[in-house]
């Protein structure tokens, strides 16, 4: 451990800086003493502890205070300290006033002037029930808080095992239907069979997000780093989702610069770009525009993707960019605005709430960052995500 520094040696210097020493080494029962190990000063939670006045405990009085089984053991470790000129930590068995024991921890550490000089010790006393019950605790937390993780998991596993299990049945008889269904059926039934099928697809793409994000959320992901393009990746993703864009008939400009390369996991990456341009097409209106950018921003690499489609409240824009706010109720207005049902607890935005968490935590993982921006209500809105930039050597 290494000793705290005071000025010149100085009586009363010396004395007043100890005194502000043995203040900060601990908030309870604290001791001043001189190099021979005296005790010279302690506080008031002495008298009330043990019972015994200060004056009777100064010097080599405060060893009358320990249990006779352990003075002798105590003494000895303090004198060993003293010898090395050292810190020193060790149990004591104090009696209180009430001639009951107390077990507790006895540090102190030497102060030394900037001369190198021994000014003297300052140290504490601290109940070991205390140290225990906190380390108990601390202990019984976290074994709480990994217990809750498992729970979680394991329901998660079989939730999604039963959400699974219904709609393969109903994937199956939706497959039938359209096998007996001939050319000349009504458009009803046509229409009918074309929801059935597009819904259970979403569910089932809703049930990978969701296990996706408890193992992003978790940290039990595994990444595999190397230089990537963000040009190329933002390419890779504008073609997964080229059907999309064309049903709606959205402008896809682009707005793409060189700008380097960046250090990620090539598949994670990928993700956070779709989910956001994904996010894009959804909330835009048909024949709309998304503007793409691909920049250079200072030391990083910033993708942009900007939307004029529903936008996004005002008083709620925080909330979504403060993942813990996450659970504030809409308003009706904001459920519209967003293409929602009526607003129910808790609350998470249709179609960016999983994913704008999940997106958060990966760039989290891959050393990025992201913003969000949005004039109003129907006027669009703007992700960017941030990327630090590869420095080749």
């Not at 020493?21 to 302690?42: K, M, Q, S």
């Not at 808080?145 to 079989?158: C, G, H, I, K, S």
Request: charged residues 20%; proline residues 5%.
């Amino acid at each position: 451990m290494t000793a705290p520094v005071v000025g010149p040696v100085n009586s009363a210097v010396v004395t007043a800086e100890l005194r502000s020493a043995a203040a900060r080494h601990h908030p309870h029962l604290v001791w001043i003493a001189t190099p021979d190990g005296c005790w010279v000063d302690l506080n008031e939670h002495w008298t009330v502890l043990t019972g015994r006045s200060i004056a009777q405990s100064l010097g080599i009085g405060w060893l009358e205070c320990l249990a006779g089984n352990g003075r002798a053991q105590a003494e000895q470790q303090w004198r060993a300290a003293l010898a090395k000129r050292a810190a020193a930590k060790f149990d004591v068995s104090i009696v209180r006033a009430d001639g009951q024991e107390q077990q507790m921890v006895f540090t102190s550490d030497p102060v030394v002037s900037t001369q190198g000089e021994l000014s003297g010790y300052v140290g504490c006393l601290e109940a070991k029930s205390e140290l225990e019950a906190a380390l108990r605790d601390s202990q019984a937390a976290c074994q709480r808080a990994e217990a809750a993780l498992q729970v979680r998991d394991q329901f998660l596993a079989v939730i999604s095992h039963e959400l699974r299990s219904p709609l393969s049945g109903i994937q199956s008889w939706a497959y039938v239907l359209e096998r007996t269904l001939d050319a000349n059926a009504a458009p009803t039934m046509q229409r009918a069979l074309t929801g059935i099928k597009t819904g259970v697809q979403q569910q089932v793409k809703l049930i990978d997000n969701l296990m996706d994000a408890a193992q992003v959320m978790s940290g039990r992901v595994t990444l595999q780093s190397e230089p990537l393009d963000p040009q190329s990746l933002f390419d890779e993703v504008l073609a997964r989702l080229q059907s999309q864009l064309d049903e709606k008939r959205i402008d896809m400009r682009r707005e793409i610069e060189p700008a380097g390369k960046i250090w990620g996991d090539r598949v994670r990456t990928l993700q956070v770009i779709e989910n956001l341009l994904a996010n894009a097409i959804r909330f835009s209106e048909p024949g709309g525009t998304i503007i793409a950018t691909v920049r250079l921003s200072g030391e990083e690499i910033r993708i942009g993707v900007t939307d004029f489609g529903k936008g996004i409240a005002p008083h709620r824009l925080p909330l979504l960019q403060d993942p813990d706010q996450q659970s504030v109720a809409p308003t009706s207005a904001d459920a519209s605005a967003r293409g929602m049902s009526k607003p129910t607890r808790p609350w998470q935005p249709a179609g960016i709430g999983l994913k704008l968490a999940l997106t958060r935590r990966l760039l989290e993982l891959l050393g990025g960052r992201m913003t969000l921006t949005s004039e109003g209500e129907g006027k669009g809105a703007e992700f960017a995500l941030y990327f630090p930039v590869l420095r080749t050597q």
